[in-house]
């Protein structure tokens, strides 16, 4: 494994225990409601951590192959992450089955961290026209995005 991405990995492993558990135990009420200020609900959010997750693993596995920089669709892109979020209607899905879908995404994008090929680290990806996106980067950034979206949850949680 790299070492540099020995942090992040122990870290998004970290969040997955301490939010399991948590995320069980929230009421109905909580997690169809309450919205965030992209009107998201807290299962739409989990939803869209599901997307980054698998995307996320996608293109880590592409950008070691393919040439670089690579273009594979940017699914944040325009406001798709939306679309992908109504497209699979997550706000009806079972809620347990979204946390064990979270939770084993997230540990199967761990191994593949940590797994990554060293000389395949400046590999990029095209997210936009105006961005390219070393696999590196990419890696370090999806933390971020985690906790960002898990802090987006915390607050809806402690809403009144």
Do not use: C
């Amino acid at each position: 494994m790299i070492p540099e991405f020995s942090k992040d990995t122990l870290e998004i492993i970290s969040l997955i225990e301490a939010w399991e558990d948590k995320l069980k135990g929230l009421s109905t009420e909580v997690i169809i409601e309450r919205r965030n200020i992209q009107n998201r609900t807290i299962k739409q959010i989990l939803g869209h951590l599901i997307d980054s997750a698998s995307n996320n693993t996608h293109r880590i596995i592409h950008l070691q192959y393919r040439e670089s920089p690579m273009s594979f669709p940017n699914y944040a892109f325009e406001g798709n992450n939306d679309r992908w979020i109504a497209i699979q209607n997550y706000q009806e899905e079972n809620w347990e089955n979204l946390i064990l879908l979270w939770k084993y995404l997230n540990i199967h994008l761990v191994h593949v961290i940590q797994n990554v090929l060293f000389e395949k680290l400046g590999n990029e990806w095209i997210a936009s026209s105006e961005q390219n996106v070393s696999l590196k980067e990419m890696v370090h950034y999806y933390l971020n995005h985690l906790e960002l979206h898990l802090s987006e949850i915390e607050e809806l949680i402690e809403m009144q």
